[in-house]
């Protein structure tokens, strides 16, 4: 059996991974660019599941646990390395602070221990922030990060070494289908057959299933970032300022750099090259009246990437009905960095076992947005 | 990175920012790392205040020679805002950031 992924993000390579794993000895990831090209060489590298639907809920505790396992076997020795350094919501309004109390009994309800703060325990966890501007504090301490290119690095050796093939600089420009199967893709370098197809394509996809005649209702919302020069350790959560528009975050990643963004209006589908000069103050004037050693960081680069997101802001996962052997994973909404690995499980056990072995994923087919039966949100938070 | 610093006695270094070695480049290659943008990626390279004025053209050339390619049929990475280092106190001031 020879499966072909389309993509060599996160979700494509952990998917050819965990089909390596289960004994596929044929597979190829084809990518237009390079490794890490699309939203995952882009991303925050943050991960965590306090989130508001069970789906969402159920999928990121099993890939926080595949995060810690394989950050502790094989693909660990090759460089991936998961810190649970926790998340830390900021509320910088004393009614935030009563939102912050709802959603941890939701957390608490569905197995995530969140938990409200005082300022004391909140110095303790980030100690170079002004807590003179903050009300109160949420912290989730089961949330974590990965430095996303020695995680990337781990999954392009560890595939390998399973016989994977990872062609680079093949860019995919449509699909060929002959009936309900697809039988081929069609690339910048020639025509490449399987017996199953899996489109991981990030940004890439929509274009990419309408060869086919398949409409999937993403957006791509360009997302900014920047980071400043490596530094010292100076605090391990990642950091929410939650009552700022656009809810402002800085994370100091492994490697030492602060990683700062913030959502700025944007329109979907600009290209993630055209830079806005206004970003940059946007993003640092909230984070530098919280941490005002920041003032003195120097800032290195700034880049934008895709948000690829959804009505309902959760993925679009597993098989397609129209088709046999074709399957999708895309449409992470901002978090499909964190769902790498349970997305990569879950991928291989609906194309080998025929179904995931997480119910919740059944509800994230493409299917569901003909139905009208869109996820559910437990908490509608403003 | 650097790994190799400890084995041998005299290491090659070819990113001054981050510690990279000829090594580590060379291993990187091996790997299937065969443009610019993956070595980058994987071993910082040009990710150091420099953003690679150093480094880079020195791993063009190694990537070029082991691909049996030429420096200028290689794809150079991207190079991004704000080129140099800018003390966030300095962008602060800048009144794009007031809030409409
Ligand atoms: C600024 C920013 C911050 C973020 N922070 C976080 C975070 O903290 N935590 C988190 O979990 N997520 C975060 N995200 C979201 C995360 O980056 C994405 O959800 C995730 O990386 C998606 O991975 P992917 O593999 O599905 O897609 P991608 O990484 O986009 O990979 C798709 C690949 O397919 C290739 N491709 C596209 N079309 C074709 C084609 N026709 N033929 C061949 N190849 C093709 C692309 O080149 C690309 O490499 C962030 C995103 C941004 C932009
Ligand atoms: S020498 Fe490599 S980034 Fe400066």
Redesign the interface.
């Known amino acids: 059996m020879k499966i072909v992924i389309v993509g060599a993000g996160i979700s494509g390579l952990f998917t050819a991974y965990s089909l390596a794993k289960m004994g596929v000895r044929d597979v190829v990831v084809l990518e237009k660019?390079?490794?890490?090209?699309g939203s995952t060489?882009r991303c925050a590298t943050g991960i965590r599941a306090s989130f508001t639907s069970e789906e969402h809920i159920v999928l990121m505790k099993e890939s926080i646990r595949l995060w810690k396992e394989y950050s502790e076997g094989e693909l660990g020795r090759y460089g991936l390395n998961f810190v649970q350094g926790g998340y830390v919501w900021l509320a910088r309004k004393e009614e935030t602070v009563d939102t912050f109390r709802k959603l941890v009994a939701l957390h608490n309800s569905l197995g995530v221990p969140t938990r409200v703060i005082d300022r004391d325990e909140l110095r303790s966890l980030v100690p170079p922030l002004n807590t003179n501007l903050v009300a109160g504090a949420m912290h989730d301490p089961m949330a974590g990060k990965s430095y996303v290119?020695t995680t990337?690095?781990a999954l392009?050796?560890a595939c390998?070494e399973l016989g994977v093939r990872?062609a680079?600089?093949t860019e995919v420009r449509k699909l060929i289908a002959r009936g309900s199967r697809i039988v081929a893709a069609e690339t910048s370098k020639g025509e490449v057959s399987g017996d199953i197809f899996v489109i991981a394509a990030g940004a890439g996809s929509r274009e990419l299933l309408k060869t086919v005649g398949i409409e999937i209702p993403t957006k791509n919302i360009p997302r900014h970032i920047l980071t400043?020069?490596p530094y010292q350790r100076a605090f391990e959560p990642l950091v929410i300022d939650w009552d700022t528009p656009g809810v402002p975050y800085i994370v100091q990643i492994i490697?030492g750099n602060f990683f700062i963004g913030r959502d700025i209006e944007e329109e979907p589908e600009q290209s993630i090259y055209s830079?806005r000069?206004?970003f940059?103050?946007?993003a640092?004037?909230p984070i530098?009246e919280l941490f005002p050693f920041?003032?003195?960081?120097?800032?290195?680069?700034?880049?934008i990437g895709y948000y690829v997101a959804t009505p309902d802001n959760h993925p679009i996962y597993g098989p397609v009905n129209n088709f046999d052997n074709l399957f999708i994973a895309t449409g992470f909404s901002g978090h499909g960095y964190m769902m790498g690995p349970v997305t990569g499980k879950i991928i291989a056990e609906w194309i080998l076992e025929g179904r995931p072995s997480i119910p919740q994923a059944e509800k994230l087919t493409l299917d569901r947005f003909e139905r009208g039966a869109l996820v559910r949100e437990l908490a509608v938070i403003g | 990175m650097g790994g190799e610093m400890k084995k041998k006695g005299h290491p090659t270094i070819v990113c001054r920012c981050n510690d990279v070695t000829l090594e580590d480049v060379e291993r990187?290659i091996e790997?299937?790392?065969?443009?610019l943008?993956?070595l980058r990626?994987?071993l910082?390279i040009g990710?150091g205040?420099c953003?690679g004025r150093t480094c880079i053209p020195i791993v063009a050339r190694i990537l070029a020679r082991k691909l049996g390619k030429r420096v200028d049929e290689l794809e150079l990475p991207?190079v991004?805002?704000?080129i140099l280092?800018?003390?966030?106190?300095l962008?602060?001031k800048?009144r794009?950031?007031?809030?409409p």
């Open positions: 660019r390079y490794v890490g090209y060489g290119f990337l690095r392009m050796k390998r990872i680079t600089g400043t020069e490697e830079q000069i206004d940059m103050p946007k640092l004037k530098a920041i003032k003195a960081v120097r800032v290195l680069r700034y880049w | 990187a790997e299937g790392c065969h443009d943008e993956c990626k994987v910082r990710m205040p953003q991207t991004r805002a704000p280092p800018v003390p966030v106190h962008l602060l800048s794009e950031g007031e809030q």
